[in-house]
């Protein structure tokens, strides 16, 4: 099969396409014959040489796809050769095809297109675990959102309106201030103009945000605790601003909050399984009717990789990037 494979740590310029073994599905696994993936920040960090995958796991690009069942490993019963699915991955979705275990395959939902589909498992995955399995956002909660226009930001927006929360986000540009509105944030602040821990206190009327959302880490800990609500719960998920910071224990002990820290990618697969049928259960419905959609700002072929790469790290991509195989 043919992939897109690094030949060694760098920027985007060492991704090429090559030709390597087809993988075979084992016990309990499944291959998907890949028909898109979608670039995601950690796998630019990957290609940097700074985020291994998982033991066991490809070591090929690629943390989600749509497509179509093309194998079925000892034990599969839930899934037939040429089901079209979508699937949460640990790796190897840059390929034209991948093994993955069955429990982390969902069906398609219901009004999008399979191309469209592989937008959408690892910010689901990633925003209804760390945001309701985790963080417990509930309906009239405050709810803070950091990169509000990128991937996991516009389906975070998205669901917190659709539970009933009230958001605000944060974004780099006029444009991507705009866009954080359009998708549902009743507060858009513009990080490089405001200073939202003071625009979170005069929207709330001094409450703060009960959840936020941070793709930041380092960078943003203590203004992220200033902004937190009595009760607070800021839920970690990025470190784009660095991996060491001070924290004020007694402001955080004072205003009974939790910090919540995750990565989806190294979770076991029962967990992964678990957090797959949840978001089955609870997102995909609301994309059936329309009440949240993908969010697809580019689509190229895989060939082009280092361009999506690119553009990624440009800063000047909303929503998410497709890579689709022919």
Known sequence: MRAVVATGPGGPDVLTLADVPDPRPGPGEVAIA?????????????RRGFYDPPPGASDILGLECSGTIAAVGEGVTDWHVGDECCA???GGGYAELVVCPAGQVMPVPRGVSLEQAASLPEVACTV????????????????????????IGSMAIQLGRAVG??????????????????????????YREQDFVA??????????ADVI???????YLGRNLAALATEGRLSIIGLMGGTKAELDLDQLMSKRAAIISTRLRPRPVEEK?????????????????????????????????ARA??????????GKILLTVS
């Open 213 to 219: 959302l941070d793709n930041m880490g380092a960078s």
């Open 34 to 46: 890949v028909v898109a993936t979608a670039v995601n920040r950690p796998d630019l960090l990957q």
């Open 309 to 318: 790469h690119a553009l990624m790290e440009s800063g000047e991509s909303s």
């Open 273 to 305: 399984t678990a957090i797959c049928a949840a978001v089955t259960e609870h997102v995909w419905p609301l994309l059936a009717d329309e009440t949240i959609q993908p969010v697809v700002s580019a689509t190229m072929p895989l060939a082009e990789a």
């Open 199 to 208: 625009v979170v206190e005069e929207a709330t009327g001094g409450h703060g």
């Open 88 to 90: 949460l991955l640990a």
């Open 128 to 151: 209804w675990s760390n945001v309701f399995m985790l963080a417990g956002l509930r309906q009239g909660e405050w709810f803070l959102v950091h990169g509000g226009a990128g991937g």
């Open 165 to 190: 929360a009230r958001v605000l986000a944060t974004a780099g540009s006029a444009d991507k201030v705009a866009r954080c509105s359009e998708l549902g944030a009743e507060v858009a602040i513009d």
